[in-house]
């Protein structure tokens, strides 16, 4: 679905106008300067964490759907591809996460929800945890994925799956969580509701019965000939790179790509 959407999307060409917007680590395309290295180095606290998710990640990758879009630069519809914090810049956290959310369009289905976790809050295993499906199949059962998780994960990940859905529950279905390093894809589905035989009934239900989301996938950042560089863990796997499944996951968002058909 996202390989299939990034492979049949339009060249677009970088220019240098553009090259200040694109300062995402990449091997063998950017570089960085002393000061965005030393801000690199030094990321221990809430505020430093959401800065780097907004700058490093989120804003090189909202400003290529923005030339995927042909938006031009400047314009108030390239406004509606920035994320907004669900706190103020001069605001102390509240709690141990932050939401970021992009504007909803009159084509899409809401807004979407970044929910940021710091990585001394959410590790791998808790990430594993809460995209560990509910019904695992014998014959995949003895997969890397599905390996045994710890109880105290179990419990991180209920209590993530309550933040999600709070968070989304005004904004919309889709969502991704993040540890900066690891990242989860996901979209809440409502079932349509039955009637006494089992049956469904027409019409749909405004709840959410299920969501499909991704197993975690590394933040790593693959050189031009497309050769990847050693992976810390296997649950990448699908083929796309994180900036890839955020690109994809925004303009379905924003209604320009097509969620997938079951």
């Given at each position: 679905?996202?390989?299939?959407?990034?492979?049949?999307?339009?060249?677009?060409?970088?220019?240098?106008?553009?090259?200040?917007?694109?300062?995402?680590?990449?091997?063998?395309?950017?570089?960085?300067?002393?000061?965005?290295?030393?801000?690199?180095?030094?990321?221990?606290?809430?505020?430093?964490?959401?800065?780097?998710?907004?700058?490093f990640?989120?804003?090189?990758?909202?400003?290529?759907?923005?030339?995927?879009?042909?938006?031009?630069?400047?314009?108030?519809?390239?406004?509606?591809?920035?994320?907004?914090?669900?706190?103020?810049?001069?605001?102390?956290?509240?709690?141990?996460?932050?939401?970021?959310?992009?504007?909803?369009?009159?084509?899409?289905?809401?807004?979407?929800?970044?929910?940021?976790?710091?990585?001394?809050?959410?590790?791998?295993?808790?990430?594993?945890?809460?995209?560990?499906?509910?019904?695992?199949?014998?014959?995949?059962?003895?997969?890397?994925?599905?390996?045994?998780?710890?109880?105290?994960?179990?419990?991180?990940?209920?209590?993530?799956?309550?933040?999600?859905?709070?968070?989304?529950?005004?904004?919309?279905?889709?969502?991704?969580?993040?540890?900066?390093?690891?990242?989860?894809?996901?979209?809440?589905e409502?079932?349509?509701?039955?009637?006494?035989?089992?049956?469904?009934?027409?019409?749909?239900?405004?709840?959410?019965?299920?969501?499909?989301?991704?197993?975690?996938?590394?933040?790593?950042?693959?050189?031009?000939?497309?050769?990847?560089?050693?992976?810390?863990?296997e649950?990448?796997?699908?083929?796309?790179?994180?900036?890839?499944?955020?690109?994809?996951?925004?303009?379905?968002?924003?209604?320009?790509?097509?969620?997938?058909?079951?």
């Open positions: 679905m996202v390989r299939r959407y990034i492979d049949d999307a339009p060249d677009c060409f970088i220019t240098e106008l553009d090259k200040p917007d694109m300062n995402i680590p990449c091997y063998g395309v950017n570089s960085l300067n002393m000061g965005q290295v030393n801000f690199l180095s030094r990321v221990d606290g809430q505020d430093e964490f959401l800065l780097l998710i907004m700058t990640v989120l804003g090189p990758v909202t400003h290529c759907c923005r030339i995927l879009n042909n938006i031009p630069r400047y314009v108030p519809m390239a406004q509606s591809l920035e994320f907004i914090a669900s706190r103020g810049p001069d605001q102390k956290a509240a709690v141990e996460w932050d939401v970021l959310r992009i504007p909803a369009t009159t084509y899409g289905e809401g807004s979407l929800s970044i929910i940021c976790v710091p990585p001394w809050k959410l590790d791998l295993e808790d990430l594993r945890a809460f995209t560990m499906p509910e019904n695992i199949p014998q014959n995949v059962a003895r997969h890397p994925r599905f390996q045994e998780i710890s109880e105290a994960a179990r419990n991180t990940a209920h209590d993530l799956w309550q933040m999600v859905f709070e968070s989304c529950a005004p904004a919309g279905p889709c969502f991704v969580v993040t540890n900066y390093a690891f990242w989860c894809f996901g979209r809440f409502a079932a349509k509701p039955r009637n006494s035989k089992g049956k469904e009934r027409e019409g749909n239900d405004e709840g959410w019965a299920t969501a499909t989301v991704s197993p975690p996938i590394e933040l790593e950042m693959s050189i031009p000939n497309s050769v990847r560089l050693p992976m810390k863990t649950p990448m796997g699908l083929g796309c790179t994180v900036t890839e499944c955020l690109t994809f996951w925004i303009q379905m968002t924003r209604g320009a790509a097509s969620w997938m058909q079951t």
